[in-house]
């Protein structure tokens, strides 16, 4: 393959060049400026009495492309992995004091209904919270 | 005072875009002829060409305020005719396939310049050029036909396209490189189509 030299563009440019002065200009055509003109007036008008409203959806359209960008942007934070739970492996909590037994309810119940009470109370407390309005109502 | 046309040009395109219709009409009108010459040259129809040259002008209209001025009208004008005669044609306007033009020659469409007088083979030659330019791709092709067939200097190529100098260059040397060999390649199917 030979190599190419300056002259060969050269020739191509002597070409391109002959082509180029080979294009003639015809004569100006009136009907078709004067039709281009009626429309580029057209367009003019239209532009000059467009009212500031149509541009609203063009606004709504960004300001909901704004939004939905923000949300794409906030969502991988909000999904992000937070630290794993402890799983709970006993619904009661390992310090609670145990309850008390039957033998222990008999003999409250010996003592009278203010020890049974109390000794239900202390039961409750270890399964509702203390804030719990069960432990605030008074009794029939 | 203006003196040159460019600068005369120039001046209406101030006034034009200052949203002067009576300028940029006047501008139209003395651009129109050479804009719809150019148009011709590769269309080849002439109610393509005025339609073209109408959409040109349209698009101009639409695109004056982001012209910058960096080239001369005729340039601006002549890139927005490109384009739109590229986008007219779509997806054919990107690439003639090469075959057809090799077709074409192998047929002895394109007979050399010794064959007929001297201004059949003149015509010949050019329809082949032409048929070589469509052949190529897009970026090179629009190089080629500003450099040569609006007059535009590398630098005004460069200001107009938004491209550097260097790329101009660059593009224009494989554009002239494919030509060439794409002519060597048809020379050699007339070869032996003899």
């Not at chain 1, 049974?116 to 804030?131: F, G, H, K």
């Not at chain 2, 003196?3 to 875009?17: G, K, N, T």
């Not at chain 2, 450099?147 to 040397?173: N, Q």
Request: glycine residues 4%.
């Amino acid at each position: 393959m030979s190599t190419p030299t300056p002259d060969d563009d050269q020739s191509m440019r002597d070409a391109l060049q002959r082509d180029a002065a080979r294009v003639s200009e015809p004569a100006f055509d009136a009907a078709l400026h004067y039709e281009t003109m009626r429309r580029v007036r057209a367009l003019a008008e239209t532009k000059s009495a467009t009212p500031r409203w149509h541009l609203a959806p063009t606004l709504t359209a960004a300001a909901a492309v704004v939004a939905l960008s923000a949300l794409i942007a906030l969502w991988p934070h909000s999904s992000a992995p937070t630290k794993p739970r402890e799983v709970v492996t006993s619904l009661a909590p390992r310090t609670a004091a145990p309850r008390a037994s039957l033998l222990a309810y008999q003999a409250a119940a010996n003592d009278g209904d203010a020890a049974l009470l109390a000794l239900l109370d202390r039961d409750a407390s270890t399964l509702l919270p203390a804030s719990s309005p069960l432990f605030n109502a008074t009794l029939p | 005072m203006s003196s040159s046309p460019v600068d005369h040009q120039a001046d209406l395109l101030a006034l034009a875009r200052a949203g002067d219709l009576a300028a940029f009409s006047q501008l139209m009108e003395e651009l129109q002829p050479r804009l719809l010459g150019q148009a011709l040259a590769f269309c080849s129809d002439s109610q393509r060409a005025q339609d073209l040259v109408q959409e040109t002008m349209i698009a101009a209209w639409k695109s004056l305020p982001r012209f910058d001025g960096s080239c001369r009208v005729f340039t601006w004008l002549y890139v927005i005719l490109l384009r739109q005669h590229q986008r007219a044609l779509g997806w054919f306007s990107r690439r003639l396939p090469l075959a057809t033009l090799e077709q074409q020659a192998a047929a002895q469409r394109f007979e050399p310049a010794t064959s007929g007088g001297p201004e059949e083979g003149g015509v010949a030659e050019a329809e082949l050029l032409r048929a070589m330019l469509t052949a190529l791709p897009a970026r090179h092709r629009e190089v080629v036909r500003l450099r040569f067939y609006a007059d535009a200097s590398e630098t005004e190529i460069a200001a107009v396209l938004g491209i550097p100098p260097g790329t101009v260059k660059s593009r224009l040397h494989s554009a002239l490189t494919k030509l060439r060999r794409m002519k060597e390649k048809v020379n050699r199917l007339r070869g032996a189509a003899h």
